[in-house]
Each structure stands twice: as structure tokens, then as C-alpha cells.
């Protein structure tokens, strides 16, 4: 890995981050069974995961892939400006080719082939090479930069290869933002910000929308207390805003009521 200068909560909070984000977790599976859906039958790919972390997202593809020996070979990259995280990623990487092939594989004699390499990049402008990839996949991570990003993942997504996106969106936070008005939240951008840039890039390049939907993920935690603790173990949620007022602030904090943690999620694939 590369030497970089990183955001440094990220850097600080990349042990606790897999234990904090429940939620992380669930979209990383559930936007890795919609991948493997729509797998166009490429049996050496190269994928890059945008945005990567620790590899949440990485490992629920590839594993996957591995279990049903989809894929001969795979070039995985990941790309993020933590290089705490990205040495977690690499790990994860690792532990991938140790895993035990399905019995119900069609070639359970024949492992793929699995090479890595970890970016560390800001994902508005990557070191990759125009139309070099089979998938990029991004979860959890777009909505740390703006809409233009998505002309630099469309960049590097081959001719007939794929995009597939999770985005946290307008509408997450609700039940934080409904009891707790005053406390400073992260402002997502709403979904048509996000679907305008998807569709210019699949103008420009006459792609086709494979899905598009939004959905919601909700984790309850027993107070506002131990929501904000995991928050913090998340490296991420804090606010540009103003800061809350003390008293107001001490004031929440003694409402002892379970409070749920619930986002809102873009799931986007697109061929191009």
C-alpha cells in the first residue's frame, strides 16, 4: 500500500468498525446477492470495490463467487483513503482463497485464481485505467463525496461491464431526527441527486438499468446513549453543522428509551 493522507477517524476507529456497523453488513449482503444475480457469465473478472473499508462488501461478493466457481479468476482492487482499513481489507482478501468450495460446485477440483491489490485513493480520482474493469461495486461510501464521483466509476467499467451501488440517501436517520430534532445529523442528498448522475452516465455511454430501488435498513439499540457510541466506532456520522447546545445535548442523553438506527438505501445496477 501506498502512503497517503487519510481522514483520521477513519484511520482511528478501523478496529471497532466491522463490530459497530450492523447495518453495513446487511446492505453488503444484500447488494452481493444482487451482483451475483445479474453476473453476466465473465469468468475471469477484474473487480474494483469503491469505497472499500475493511471489505464488507468484498468478501459477500467474492465468497459467493467462490462457492458457486463462478469465476476462474478474479483481479479484486480496493480503494479507500484509510490505510488502517485497507490492511484490515487485505486480510479479509486473504482469508477468502481458505475457504471451503461448495460441494455443489460444477468444478469443485478447480479454485479460482485470486489476486488483490489495495488502492489507497480518494474515489473522486482513482489510479485506474479508462474501461479497465468487469464490476466496480461501491456500499456505504458514495455519499462521503457528491453525484460526480459517478462519472469516475463509470470510467473505468469496461464496455458491458457493470456498476452496482448502494447509497445511503435522503429519508435515513428518521427516527433519530423525529426525537432528537436538534442533534447535528450527516445530510444525505436525496436519491434523484444520485439517479441524475446515473443517468447521464448511462446516456453517454448507452447503458442499460439493470434495477433501481430504494430500501430501508433499521438496527434498535437500547438508548441514544449507545447509538451515538456506535456512531463514533463507525469513524463517520458527524455533521458540518453547528454544533448542540450542552444542556439541550445532556438532555437527550437522559432519555433511556430504545432508539432505532435506520437508513435509507439507493440499490442501483447498471450495465454499460
Not at 9 to 32: N, R
Request: glycine share 6%; charged share 15%; net charge neutral.
Amino acid at each position: 500500500m501506498m502512503p497517503c493522507t487519510v481522514t483520521p477517524v477513519f484511520e482511528q476507529f478501523a478496529t471497532s468498525y466491522d463490530a459497530a456497523t450492523p447495518i453495513q453488513s446487511q446492505v453488503a449482503e444484500h447488494l452481493a446477492q444482487l451482483i451475483v444475480r445479474y453476473h453476466t457469465g465473465v469468468t475471469d473478472m477484474c473487480v474494483v470495490d469503491v469505497g472499500c473499508g475493511t471489505g464488507k462488501l468484498t468478501e459477500a461478493v467474492m465468497s459467493k463467487f467462490l462457492q458457486n466457481a463462478a469465476l476462474a479468476s478474479a483481479q479484486l482492487y480496493g480503494v479507500d483513503t484509510a490505510a488502517s482499513m485497507l490492511a484490515i481489507w487485505q486480510q479479509r482478501v486473504a482469508h477468502l482463497l481458505s475457504m471451503p468450495l461448495s460441494s455443489t460446485s460444477s468444478s469443485p477440483t478447480s479454485p479460482m485464481t485470486l489476486h488483490s491489490q489495495a488502492l489507497c485513493a480518494n474515489m473522486t480520482n482513482m489510479a485506474l485505467a479508462n474501461q479497465s474493469a468487469d464490476l466496480v461495486m461501491s456500499s456505504f461510501a458514495l455519499h462521503w463525496t457528491s453525484p460526480s464521483v459517478i462519472a469516475e466509476l463509470g470510467r473505468i467499467v469496461k464496455t458491458k461491464g457493470q456498476l452496482h451501488l448502494a447509497i445511503p440517501v435522503a429519508g435515513s436517520f428518521h427516527e433519530v431526527r423525529l426525537r432528537f430534532p436538534k442533534l447535528p445529523i450527516f445530510d444525505f442528498l436525496p436519491s434523484h441527486a444520485w439517479l441524475a448522475a446515473i443517468e447521464t452516465l448511462q446516456q453517454q455511454r448507452q447503458g442499460t438499468l439493470i434495477y433501481h430501488t430504494e430500501q430501508s435498513f433499521a438496527f434498535s439499540y437500547d438508548n441514544l446513549k449507545s447509538l451515538l457510541k456506535n456512531l463514533k466506532q463507525m469513524g463517520g456520522a458527524v455533521s458540518g453543522k453547528d454544533s448542540i447546545d450542552t444542556a439541550t445535548f445532556r438532555r437527550y442523553l437522559q432519555d433511556q428509551s430504545p432508539i432505532g438506527l435506520d437508513y435509507q438505501l439507493l440499490m442501483i445496477g447498471l450495465q454499460l
